[in-house]
Every structure is written in C-alpha cells, then in structure tokens.
C-alpha cells in the first residue's frame, strides 16, 4: 500500500516538474528570477558579513520593508495598465506632514488625522487620473506635475516648522515600534498563510478544471504549499528568536494579501488586467475604462499615503525631507524587480513584496558591510536593469510561443 502511495506521490511530483519547465520554456518564468536572485544576495552578504542573516537584523529589515512596500503595492495597480506614477513620493511625504500637523499641532485625535492623510493620498491619486483618464494628459506629464506641486503642498503645511516630531507612544509610533511577542502569534500566521494558499490554488484549480480549461496538476500545488510553508515557518521561527511578530510586517501582509483578492479574484481586478492587456479590446468588451484608469491612480495614492505615515512612524517625525531622495525610484524599482511588467498587463501585489525584500537586503548588507551610497546605487540600478531585460525577453518568448 505505501509502495503504490508512494509511486503516486512520485508521478504527482514528476507531472509538477514536467509542468513547471514547459512554463519557463515558453518564457512565464514567475518569480523565479528574483528568488534566485534574493538567495544568492544574502549567501552573498552573509559571507561578507555574519551578522547579515541574524535574527536582529532580518527582523529589523522585516520593518524597514514595509513602508516602501506599501508604496510598490499601489503603484502596481499603475504599471498593471501600462502607465507610470512618478507623484508617489512626493504623496507619502504630504499624507505624513499632513497628519502631523493636525495631530500634533493643532491636537486632533491621532486616528482621526490617519483617516485625513489616507484620504488626502487617495484624493491627489483621484486628481491626477481624472487628467489622465478624462483629458488625456500622459500619466507621465500628469504625475510629473504632480511630483512637484505635492512636494510643495507639504512645504507650506509643515510651515516655518521644518520638522515635527510624533508622540513616542502614539498610535502612528506603534506601527513600526510594536512586536506580538507571544511566539504563536508569528508561527500562527505562518500555518494561516500556507492553508490559505493551498485552499485558494485548489479552488482555482477546481474551477478551472470544471470549465475544461488548462489547470495545475494537484502535486504542484502541494509542492508550492510545502515550499511556501517551509519559507514562512523559517520567517516566523527567526522572527521569535528577536521581539516576535512585528505589527508594521501584519500590515504590510494583510495589505498585500488583500489588494491580490481584489486583484485576481474580483471583477474589478480582471478589468484592471483586460485594461493593461489591449485598451481598445477591453472597451470594446465593455469595461469603463476610464473608470479604471482613475482607480487605479487612486489606489496607488491611498498607499502611498499610508507607507508614508509608516516611513514617518518608523523615525517618529515628519519633515521637508519626506518622500524626497530615492523613495520614488525604490518603490518603481521593487515593483518591477519584483516581475510586475513594464509594458502592462502582467504582475500581483506580491511582487513587491519580493522586489523591496531584494532592494532592502541590498541597502542592509551594504550598510553592514560600510560600502558607500554611491556604490549601492549602482548595484540596484543594475538589478533593477537585468529585471527589465528578463522580462523584455520573457515577453518575446511568450509571443514566439503564442501566450501573449
């Protein structure tokens, strides 16, 4: 009996194989890349330097990814229908001046200003999609403006102030400050995620299968359920062994998990994907595109807005530097290392969380290791390089092979 399991066990497992290289032979190589590519940065660092992969440090970078993910996970929803936000910096740093000035200031209730600042994001995303969905402006010109005229919004709200420092013990302070200290907290949302994951796939794979359209077989979805379960266990086992499961990493979890529904399970996500796929195809099926365009711009202002109450959190001030330097180009940057396209119409949230993790552990280990700035600069530049070129060419096979 456990012979003839285990050769059913070995035919699932060789049907998965079989399955997952005729993808990346057609060109849908996933997250592939980056995985490999984030593996072989922290072997990399670790070997330079044996702090980089203690349990301080990648938990200290399990919050420091946070509030520039936010930020990729929104502008995703942009590059999804081929455009650009170049205004999402500029966003972060008004929904953070913003909050601390009716906060601390003028002494609304912390959770009331949150509300104002999010709100404040998703009304300067509105804005610049109704100029681009409705009078045509190129996103480009649009959020370029943008840029600036946020940029100097939040100069005159934060004043002759110049900096304003949170309250230590706030609500906003304990976003990034706050770690589930109890050790089945993290282990918890470690078994959660990989049932969920399993349930979801095999679902997916039902329905699929009950329309007679191309499915997954069933051992590849229990290899992906182990690996993602093996990956997630090793995360929450690191993470207990400094202060536990941090609050700002929860968020930026449930964020993620939340706009990838909305994303690949709704009707609203499917028209996102039509809208980035072919415009004038998607009209003619009936989607309100400008509807869309204009939705997406907002989604992506609303979580800049939040990643910059996160980025304020994390140092307990806002000031005349916030959403300035290279948050902008980080947050392009990881959505697309992480494999969301350039060209539109291919990508889900979670490659950002990928595409930070890469730019992030980059940014740590060369801290660690006292290379300069200037040098990380151009490592990223590189990486962000070779992800455009692979899928440059990932999209060239798919069209040679009839996907795309």
């Not at 969905?133 to 649009?142: E, L, M, N, Q, S």
């Not at 182990?226 to 449930?254: D, E, H, K, S, T």
């Not at 494999?339 to 980059?362: D, K, P």
Request: aromatic content about 8%; proline content about 2%; glycine content about 12%.
């Amino acid at each position: 009996m456990s012979g003839q399991h285990g050769h059913r066990l070995g035919r699932r497992l060789k049907a998965a194989v079989d399955a997952y290289q005729h993808r990346l032979g057609s060109g849908e190589l996933g997250s592939v890349p980056v995985v490999f590519g984030l593996v072989l940065i922290w072997i990399t660092f670790q070997s330079l330097n044996g702090n980089f992969l203690s349990a301080r440090n990648l938990s200290n970078l399990s919050v420091d990814i946070v509030g520039i993910g936010l930020i990729a996970v929104g502008v995703v929803f942009v590059l999804l229908i081929g455009e650009i936000d170049l205004s999402i910096g500029s966003v972060s740093g008004l929904a953070a001046a913003l909050f601390a000035v009716l906060n601390v200031e003028n002494g609304m209730p912390e959770w009331l200003a949150l509300i104002v600042a999010v709100l404040c994001g998703a009304a300067a995303g509105a804005f610049q999609g109704f100029f681009f969905a409705r009078i045509g402006v190129p996103a480009f010109v649009v959020t370029l403006a943008g840029l600036l005229a946020w940029n100097g919004l939040m100069l005159y709200v934060l004043g002759t102030s110049g900096t304003i420092n949170l309250d230590d013990e706030g609500l906003v302070a304990k976003l990034t400050s706050y770690y589930f200290s109890d050790v089945a907290a993290a282990y918890g949302l470690a078994a959660f995620g990989a049932a969920v994951y399993f349930l979801s796939a095999y679902q997916d794979r039902r329905r699929r299968k009950a329309n007679e359209m191309p499915h997954p077989p069933l051992g590849e979805i229990w290899v992906r359920t182990g690996v993602l379960a093996v990956i997630a266990f090793a995360a929450a086992y690191v993470l207990n062994r400094f202060q536990g499961l941090p609050l700002a990493l929860l968020i930026f979890l449930i964020a993620t998990a939340s706009l990838d529904f909305l994303l690949r399970r709704t009707f609203y996500g499917r028209t996102v994907y039509a809208v980035g796929g072919g415009v004038e195809a998607a009209r003619r099926a009936g989607v309100s595109v400008v509807g869309v365009r204009i939705s997406v711009f907002m989604i992506s202002g609303t979580m800049a807005a939040c990643g910059g109450l996160i980025l304020a959190s994390r140092i307990t001030s806002a000031s005349q530097t916030s959403g300035s330097g290279i948050l902008l180009m980080n947050a392009i940057a990881a959505a697309v290392i992480g494999g969301t396209s350039l060209f539109g119409g291919h990508g889900t949230t979670w490659s950002a969380l990928l595409g930070v993790l890469v730019i992030q552990s980059i940014a740590s280990g060369m801290a660690l290791i006292g290379v300069q700035a200037a040098v990380q600069f151009m490592i990223t530049g590189g990486v962000l390089l070779a992800a455009v070129v692979i899928d440059s060419l990932s999209r060239r096979s798919q069209k040679a092979h009839g996907r795309a």
